[in-house]
């Protein structure tokens, strides 16, 4: 059985929420997802293009719907993303490991929305090296 994590990256679209004036856009992520054959989008106030793709400015901007939301953003910045996830249909939500806040947290679950955090996004998405390590010792702790 799948866990809600698993789930999570079952999903077929995606929207990748970084701040690469602020900390360094999630390629790794961005690269797995893509990588499997999903639809991302990646969104950045701070770029125009990535690894030549074309970056979105906010989530109004994304030229067609999404599934699930992925937030790797500073901490300090993560609960105004949230609030900004809350405002629209999504109702998957991944925190990355280190940047999740209560506050936060909190704005997605009232929303309604299915929030997962906690742990590192990159070793569902990039099964290679390190990231291969933790996911194999977070399963063998059932926090997978």
Known sequence: M?????QFWELGSFALIGHNANRKFPALTFQGLLNQGKTVYPLDASLDEFEGHKV????ADLPGPVEGIIVEVPKDETAAMVKEVAKTEVKHLWIHLGTDTTEAIDIAEKAGINVRCGTCAVMYVNGTGL???HGWINKLFKKY
């Open 2 to 6: 799948t866990s809600d994590y698993e």
């Open 131 to 133: 990231h291969k390590f």
């Open 56 to 59: 979105y400015k906010s989530l």
